[in-house]
């Protein structure tokens, strides 16, 4: 018997991809780089890797003298299995291959702060979402319920997530909702979301809801003009900001990380020159209604706010409805 090392560097590859899978749920970072609804996949995925692994583990050791070691011609092109020389090809595709695990394990993973937010153009993105909402007309379901185009976007058959119930859980501690990642609701839990959301003077922003309801008081910010309401976000601030504003933002992951999208609010108040980009604030402020770039759109006139730690998962999904 032989022992090869490229077939023992394609195996350890291998289980290198499914132990960081592995690992990633067990850290719970997982939910750090794709939408909660998608751990099941990711799970298939470590599965597939490790039986790839053992189909793999026959191939390390072969027998003496087989004719393994040069590449195959099959018709019009030669097929190579893993046993002849490393040449340059081959050490920029096992390069190519492997940085994934490299950087995984010499780049500590971080989460998306302002530095990304002004990449993606944050003031770009809520003044394009007050134009799109200017423009929006609703769409009725067959029961008669507005469906937001951020509802619209989830597919109904990727609403798996067992029905549940919305709890009040917007707090300061740091500490992730547990309910978080249950974020699926009927269509007549949501519509009562929403109307309770109509009628009260104080609104709350629990993460589960978050996404929901903000899109619901952007495209009906006249309705909401001169109430309070209570966010947290990371601090984010834009050349040709004044003095006394700053955006409080939150990261949405419909997908994944590299889909993300920012969704907030323009606040004012006089001290916000003194407080530094991706500082996590706690703000209560009264909606008024302004006009920034040419746009109307949504800003919070903040009355008190307090600094607090970043949560533990500061992401932000949409909110999956699930329809009868």
């Not at 022992?3 to 394609?10: E, G, N």
Request: charged share 25%; glycine share 6%.
């Amino acid at each position: 018997m032989r022992f090869h090392v490229q077939q023992a560097v394609r195996a350890v590859i291998l289980l290198g991809f499914a132990g960081l899978i592995v690992y990633l749920h067990y850290s719970g970072d997982i939910v750090k780089l794709i939408n909660p609804k998608y751990e099941t996949l990711s799970k298939i995925g470590a599965i597939i890797f490790l039986l790839l692994f053992t189909v793999q583990l026959r191939r390390v050791l072969a027998p003496k003298g087989a004719d393994q070691d040069h590449p195959h011609d099959h018709g019009s092109h030669r097929h190579d299995h893993g046993y002849s020389p490393v040449d340059a090809k081959k050490l920029l595709s096992y390069s190519i291959v492997v940085l994934p695990l490299v950087t995984s394990i010499l780049i500590p993973l971080s989460t998306l702060d302002a530095s990304i937010a002004a990449k993606k153009g944050t003031m770009l993105a809520l003044t394009s979402n007050a134009e799109n909402q200017e423009k929006k007309t609703e769409r009725e379901n067959d029961a008669g319920v507005a469906i937001s185009e951020t509802e619209q976007a989830v597919p109904k058959e990727e609403n798996i997530e067992e029905e549940g119930t919305i709890p009040d859980t917007s707090g300061s501690d740091g500490t992730p909702d547990p309910n978080l990642y249950s974020n699926s609701v009927s269509e007549e839990t949501y519509q009562q979301l929403m109307d309770e959301l109509e009628v009260r003077e104080s609104i709350q922003m629990p993460d589960q809801v978050y996404a929901a309801y903000y899109d619901e008081i952007s495209s009906n910010v006249e309705q909401y003009i001169g109430k309070e309401i209570t966010v947290n976000g990371f601090v984010y601030k834009e050349e040709g900001f004044s003095a006394n504003q700053l955006v409080v933002g939150r990261f949405l992951i419909t997908h994944c990380v590299a889909d993300s999208s920012i969704i907030g609010f323009l606040a004012e108040f006089d001290d916000a020159e003194s407080i530094a980009e991706d500082a996590w604030l706690e703000a209560t402020g009264i909606i008024q209604l302004e006009t920034y770039n040419g746009h109307e759109l949504p800003v919070l006139k903040i009355t008190k706010w307090q600094k607090i730690k970043e949560p533990e998962q500061p992401y932000l999904y949409p909110l999956n409805i699930k329809y009868s």
